[in-house]
């Protein structure tokens, strides 16, 4: 028997109507895998295919903060030509890069959303194109947001800091876990461990209402905060 592909008619309005969004990261490996867990996560709840989830990631490996900022904005404008997009997401590290760098990516990024009101969804946006573009910066890395799941951390640390506290974690380290960038399913291993994706946004929050964008701190919770209502 054979049977006709899926088309768009297939896919659910709420789906739909959660808009075309496009995620540059300056990693090739730990952010991608954990937004397309992300995704695989909403296509489970709704028995569709990742590939239906309009959240599309582009790659910008090998750039600094700043220009990865500024190429997407160039990429953003090519593509928008072609496609409506409405929500650009940019994840990046402060890592070793220049302070001066990483804060003028920040308030580039903030400054594209020029509108005085907000749209429908709640969000300010850029005039011109009707986009929201969001900043998911960590300091120091990207590896904060997954110990947040668990604890509350509020010491500077480097990025060989968090993995040692990850693997430390009790539960974690009872099945001898070792962290790998490359692993495709940390959200839910994290999750059958005991840690709390809701504890994760709270303490992020916190970190944010104490430090801003200094270290620690990150802003990948509004990403999931996002998506949250659309997965189990």
Not at 194 to 213: F, V, W
């Amino acid at each position: 028997m054979s049977f006709k592909p899926r088309g768009r008619k297939s896919i659910p309005d709420e789906l739909i109507n959660f808009g075309y969004h496009l995620v540059y990261s300056e990693g090739l490996k730990t952010e991608k895998n954990y937004i397309n867990e992300i995704k695989a996560c909403i296509a489970n709840k709704y028995m569709v295919s990742p590939n239906d989830i309009n959240v599309i990631f582009v790659s910008r490996d090998s750039y600094n903060t700043k220009s990865l900022v500024e190429n997407t904005i160039e990429d953003v404008k090519r593509r928008s030509k072609t496609i409506r997009i409405d929500h650009v997401w940019i994840f990046f590290d402060k890592d070793d890069f220049p302070k001066d760098q990483y804060d003028s990516a920040i308030k580039i990024i903030s400054n594209r959303n020029d509108s005085t009101d907000m749209n429908t969804d709640g969000f300010y946006y850029e005039k011109e194109t009707g986009i929201t573009w969001h900043e998911c910066h960590s300091n120091e890395a990207f590896e904060l947001w997954y110990c947040l799941y668990f604890d509350y951390l509020d010491s500077k640390l480097t990025r060989h800091n968090y993995i040692e506290h990850l693997e430390n974690i009790k539960s974690l380290k009872a099945m001898s876990f070792k962290y790998n960038k490359i692993e495709n399913n940390i959200h839910s291993i994290l999750i059958k461990n005991g840690g709390d994706i809701n504890r994760a946004i709270r303490y992020a929050k916190k970190l944010e209402s104490i430090n801003k964008y200094d270290n620690p701190s990150t802003s990948v919770y509004k990403f999931v905060e996002y998506f949250k209502p659309y997965f189990k």
